[in-house]
């Protein structure tokens, strides 16, 4: 079946960067909408990076734009989460997800509201990252 499997997380000093990484088995990122979570402990999960592989537009929510870069590799059907400037309230669980919608969704609604909760997808087991102050 389809999987996602993130890789990347740690813990860091605030100020520091890491890099996430999410390889999909099962299918291909082709003009697909993938996106990236996060869930602090306590907190509701919240969008944090969005990007539509068909025309790789992408989407941030504004408490990282600046600071995390999203990114793919189709060649190597793997996601990434470039963080730098990391902060102490960056600590959570980040979950990369595949979404069933199109592209003017994935950009535009995907990280501010639940459409993620509702559409079809699939989810990886999370990686954890713990920024230090």
């Known amino acids: 079946g389809i999987q996602l499997v993130e890789s990347g997380g740690g813990s860091v000093q605030a100020g520091g960067s890491l890099r996430l990484s999410c390889a999909a088995s099962?299918?291909?990122?082709?003009?697909?909408?993938l996106a990236w979570f996060r869930q602090a402990p306590g907190s509701a999960r919240e969008g944090v990076a969005s990007?539509?592989?068909?025309?790789?537009?992408?989407s941030y929510s504004d408490f990282v734009k600046g600071r995390f870069v999203i990114s793919h590799d189709n060649a190597k059907n793997t996601l990434y989460l470039q963080m730098n400037s990391l902060k102490p309230e960056d600590t959570a669980m980040y979950y990369c997800?595949?979404?069933?919608?199109?592209?003017?969704?994935?950009?535009?609604?995907?990280?501010?509201?639940?459409?993620?909760?509702?559409?079809?997808?699939?989810w990886g087991q999370g990686t954890r990252v713990t920024v230090s102050s």
């Open positions: 990007i539509y592989t068909g025309d790789a537009n992408t």
């Open positions: 099962g299918y291909t990122y082709s003009n697909y909408c």
């Open positions: 997800a595949a979404v069933a919608v199109g592209p003017a969704p994935c950009i535009r609604d995907l990280l501010s509201t639940d459409i993620a909760s509702r559409a079809a997808g699939v």
